[in-house]
């Protein structure tokens, strides 16, 4: 056999092409074998040449008897080889084999449409005989369209004894294949043989067949299967988009509250957080003072703070006092005002107070005095301000103290020492602004709170007992977050949470404590009760009406308006809980109580029940693999739609620490599209953990970190943010149909913008032909990519070493080249005009619409003249009818469009 060595594509080291057959003669009825191989084929029983995808002609062919073949055997089918071919099928039935080599009563292999399973496939059987064993490489996922160009690859590898099958360049199916018998007749395109007679006729074009003696490599056969080709089409809309699409999640991990959002500077304010020694707290003793600090629980401020930090003075030079360090620092920033409140109480004069903000090295930044101490708790309130054009530092310290000597042998108390720098939008008992603003650029549709771990405690006691994290601060005991291991002051409580979600814009997705602990604690069902109205009551709280009593407490807390709660979670993770208890009397006693309270209000089940209905499921996926959040970009695809709405929770690569790579980011991101693709089954989804305070991480990888003066964003951050703004309001038809493999898209639409949201997570290149079906063409637009490096983090010191970058883009028309950068997500917002979707929805594109419609209708072939007539589905948003088009595409008769 001739294996004449030939041009691959390039780098293709491993195979020798044997055999080229462009079609690109046009006439006669031979096809020239262009590798040097020597092979011609002839065209038999009336094949004839059709329009083609490589070079101008491809072989036609017609059904029955029509095919092309070579005199001889131009594979060595004992030995590893690859064939490729283009096809384009006009009719999908039956078997229907492209490439094939012939034995005496079998082909030595199938490169074919499969008559029983419709796919595309690779196959060989095992002895020359219709009863020996057939393998079957096939792609199943990938349902033949005629009229439609598919690039099919066939490898057989002899040193792995496998068949594989490629289809627009993506690797199909691998399977074992053991060879014992060689197929030494003509090479056939066109049909195969079985049973000893020719079958398998094709209706169709086949285009570039080509033959290797060798296993071409993925990237060789995506080379050959030629750029990409992405087609989106507006004339299919998909479903809405939710506005939960892209939600956030927080519970108290990783100092994400104290020592983050949460806006109070001072560290250990309660002095709880050690009870065995003031942490963060210091005494402070000038040139000729002295003085001590202790724990006391002698002199209680009330029962829910009786700690508190005594100075022992022993003598006053310049200053006597106590510092506290912050959390990890306390910022200072130029033109800044501080609010300051305490309680104190004195044994002993010890004069007016001094309140600081200095550095370390005890420059001040800003200072005031208090009035006089007293022999009881009283509550003091001050602000500092900071001189402008200082430069922003951390390294910094908060200090009370006392310059009056008379206070020399007396006593200080304090407790509930509390800083707070501006915060976001003023709130008082509020959040950071930095951080603020990143989450506002994620538009959180939903904010999952308050956890988590957080929520179920390890014990019953360390639970997130919402009754006691409301109301004035001082009277708020805190507790100890036994799932994180710190003690969590409480000042981001129950109301906290839900103003969070509010200034977010964002619907709080409540969780309530469902009666079991991360240690195992199942509450019995005889004593669920109390907890079952606990998250009534928190529910009450959150959207009762003043006049009952919670809602008067959030009333009288200063929130007189309900909060939009819409979702209530059950619990969290309770696949751990192995009792049975959630399924048994758990979820239903919750479900029971809160739908008869509450009917609007739709729940989330942790995990699957079966005793009541479940309106939402939450689902959390964590892997520290990349690729396994790519690989499942398609897990909703063939989802039922019969059961319950899905919510995932909480995802993240876990790769990187404290925050994550670009790579995690980008398989994150491939799973996202597959989330909003299926928008009509998943309503949301959320990043864990959202917070890191850099200093103190619980969790390896997080979304965003900070210390107490800077905040930087993750690769996954900005890839949030890019989805999160890149979306219109449904989403549309789109398909890759060729390229390298390593992309995942979705496509989504609203009135005058088409997006395309891109994954490349591979490491070459994606150049790839766009084509908008259903709309007018592109008239400009933007692009915005984040890429790089994908083991690349961000970090304080560099916060945008991966960041978005966006370009303008000019007009694009209906069909463009685009190149997808390796390790890339790619978001392109085009200015377009149409669309089924814009039809159906929004007056005053209506006219827009039906002139991108027709346009499209000619273009495509569906309208086969300027003039003619053609019909058009309800779908398009007209009446079904039959309607004539001016030579632009314009409709010529009036039409009523379907509202
Ligand atoms: O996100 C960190 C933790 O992971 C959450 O608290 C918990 O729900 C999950 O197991």
């Given at each position: 056999m001739a294996a004449c060595a030939a041009a691959a594509p390039a780098g293709a080291v491993g195979a020798s092409l044997?055999?080229?057959?462009?079609?690109?003669?046009?006439?006669?009825?031979?096809?020239?074998?262009?590798?040097?191989?020597?092979?011609?084929?002839?065209?038999?029983?009336?094949?004839?040449?059709?329009?083609?995808?490589?070079?101008?002609?491809?072989?036609?062919?017609?059904?029955?008897?029509?095919?092309?073949?070579?005199?001889?055997?131009?594979?060595?089918?004992?030995?590893?080889?690859?064939?490729?071919?283009?096809?384009?099928?006009?009719?999908?039935?039956?078997?229907?084999?492209?490439?094939?080599?012939?034995?005496?009563?079998?082909?030595?292999?199938?490169?074919?449409?499969?008559?029983?399973?419709?796919?595309?496939?690779?196959?060989?059987?095992?002895?020359?005989?219709?009863?020996?064993?057939?393998?079957i490489a096939s792609a199943s996922s990938i349902v033949p369209q005629s009229g439609v160009w598919y690039h099919l690859a066939g490898v057989y590898d002899a040193a792995r004894q496998t068949i594989s099958l490629y289809v627009n360049g993506r690797l199909q199916q691998t399977q074992s294949f053991v060879p014992n018998w060689q197929a030494s007749g003509p090479l056939a395109v066109g049909r195969a043989k079985y049973a000893g007679n020719p079958v398998d006729f094709v209706s169709g074009r086949i285009d570039d067949v080509r033959t290797y003696l060798g296993v071409l490599s993925a990237s060789e056969i995506a080379e050959l299967a030629g750029p990409g080709r992405l087609s989106v089409d507006a004339s299919q809309p998909g479903p809405a988009i939710n506005s939960t699409q892209f939600g956030a999640f927080l519970e108290e991990i990783n100092h994400s509250g104290d020592g983050g959002l949460y806006a109070e500077l001072i560290r250990n304010r309660d002095l709880k957080e050690d009870p065995t020694s003031p942490v963060a707290w210091s005494a402070l003793a000038g040139r000729g003072s002295s003085a001590t600090i202790s724990l006391d629980s002698t002199e209680p401020l009330n029962s829910a703070n009786p700690i508190s930090l005594k100075l022992s003075i022993g003598s006053v030079g310049s200053r006597a006092g106590v510092a506290n360090a912050g959390w990890w620092g306390i910022p200072v920033?130029?033109?800044?005002?501080?609010?300051?409140?305490?309680?104190?109480?004195?044994?002993?004069?010890?004069?007016?107070?001094?309140?600081?903000?200095?550095?370390?090295?005890?420059?001040?930044?800003?200072?005031?005095?208090?009035?006089?101490v007293t022999g009881s708790?009283?509550?003091?309130?001050?602000?500092?301000?900071?001189?402008?054009?200082?430069?922003?530092?951390?390294?910094?310290?908060?200090?009370?103290?006392?310059?009056?000597?008379?206070?020399?042998?007396?006593?200080?108390?304090?407790?509930?020492?509390s800083l707070f720098p501006p915060t976001y939008q003023n709130l008082a008992n509020g959040f950071r602004i930095d951080l603020m603003q990143k989450l506002a650029g994620l538009h959180p549709g939903y904010f999952r709170v308050p956890g988590g771990n957080y929520l179920e405690g390890d014990t019953i006691d360390t639970r997130f007992a919402w009754k006691t994290t409301i109301g004035?601060?001082?009277?708020?005991?805190?507790?100890?977050?036994?799932?994180?291991?710190?003690?969590?002051?409480?000042?981001?409580?129950?109301?906290e949470y839900l103003e969070l979600a509010e200034q977010l814009h964002a619907q709080p997705l409540l969780a309530v404590w469902a009666g079991y602990t991360l240690t195992g604690t199942v509450v019995p069902q005889s004593q669920l009760q109390p907890y079952v109205q606990e998250a009534l009551d928190e529910i009450q709280y959150a959207i009762g009406p003043t006049s009952t009593p919670w809602g008067a407490r959030r009333a009288a807390d200063g929130h007189p308006a309900p909060f939009d709660l819409r979702m209530v979670e059950i619990g969290n993770e309770d696949f751990f809980d192995q009792s049975g208890s959630y399924n048994a009397y758990r979820y239903p006693m919750f479900y029971d109580a809160i739908k008869a309270a509450y009917p609007q209000l739709k729940l989330v089940a942790t995990t699957p029940v079966t005793s009541r209905p479940m309106d939402v499921i939450d689902e959390h996926f964590y892997n520290n693999d990349p690729n396994y959040f790519a690989s499942n970009a398609h897990l909703f695809d063939d989802a039922s739609r019969s059961g319950p709405k899905v919510i995932v929770g909480e995802y993240a690569t876990t790769q990187g620490t404290p925050t994550g790579t670009l790579a995690g980011a980008l398989g994150e991101s491939a799973f996202l599209t597959g989330l909003e693709r299926n928008a009509d089954l998943v309503i949301g989804a959320s990043y864990a953990p959202l917070l890191v305070n850099v200093n103190a991480p619980s969790w390896p990888t997080n979304l965003i970190g900070y210390d107490a003066l800077n905040s930087y964003g993750s690769p996954s951050y900005w890839a949030q943010h890019m989805l999160a703004e890149g979306h219109g309001d449904h989403v549309i038809g789109s398909q890759l149909v060729s390229g390298s493999g390593t992309l995942f898209e979705v496509a989504s639409h609203r009135p005058g913008h088409t997006y395309i949201v891109v994954v490349n997570n591979g490491s070459a290149d994606a150049p790839t032909q766009?084509?908008?079906?259903?709309?007018?063409?592109?008239?400009?637009?933007?692009?915005?990519?984040?890429?790089?490096d994908p083991t690349a983090m961000n970090s304080l010191a560099q916060p945008l070493l991966v960041a978005p970058h966006k370009v303008k883009l000019g007009a694009l028309g209906n069909s463009f080249r685009y190149t997808f950068p390796a390790n890339s997500l790619t978001v392109l917002d085009l200015l377009t005009a149409g669309g089924a979707g814009s039809a159906r929805a929004r007056s005053g594109s209506q006219q827009v619409t039906v002139t991108a419609i027709a346009r499209q209708a000619i273009r495509s072939g569906v309208a086969s003249t300027r003039t003619a007539k053609v019909t058009l589905r309800p779908v398009h948003g007209l009446k079904p009818g039959r309607y004539s088009f001016s030579a632009t595409g314009r409709i010529r008769r009036s039409v009523s469009v379907l509202r």
């Open positions: 044997t055999g080229h057959w462009t079609f690109d003669e046009g006439s006669g009825t031979v096809a020239a074998d262009s590798s040097g191989g020597g092979h011609p084929l002839t065209l038999t029983g009336g094949a004839s040449w059709g329009a083609g995808i490589v070079g101008p002609h491809s072989l036609l062919l017609g059904g029955g008897g029509q095919y092309a073949a070579s005199a001889g055997p131009v594979i060595d089918t004992t030995e590893s080889f690859t064939v490729s071919a283009w096809v384009n099928l006009s009719h999908l039935g039956g078997y229907q084999t492209f490439v094939s080599q012939d034995g005496n009563q079998v082909s030595g292999f199938y490169l074919q449409l499969r008559g029983d399973t419709g796919r595309f496939a690779f196959t060989r059987i095992a002895y020359d005989s219709p009863k020996a064993l057939g393998t920033r130029p033109s800044t005002t501080y609010r300051v409140s305490f309680f104190a109480k004195a044994g002993g004069d010890v004069g007016p107070l001094t309140v600081d903000l200095e550095s370390i090295s005890g420059k001040v930044w800003a200072s005031s005095q208090t009035r006089g708790w009283a509550k003091y309130t001050t602000t500092l301000t900071t001189p402008s054009g200082i430069t922003p530092s951390l390294s910094n310290r908060f200090v009370i103290s006392t310059s009056d000597r008379r206070a020399a042998g007396n006593t200080l108390w304090l407790t509930i020492v004035p601060i001082e009277d708020r005991p805190g507790h100890f977050n036994s799932a994180w291991g710190y003690w969590s002051q409480d000042g981001m409580g129950l109301l766009v084509t908008l079906n259903g709309e007018s063409g592109a008239t400009g637009g933007s692009a915005t990519v984040l890429t790089g």
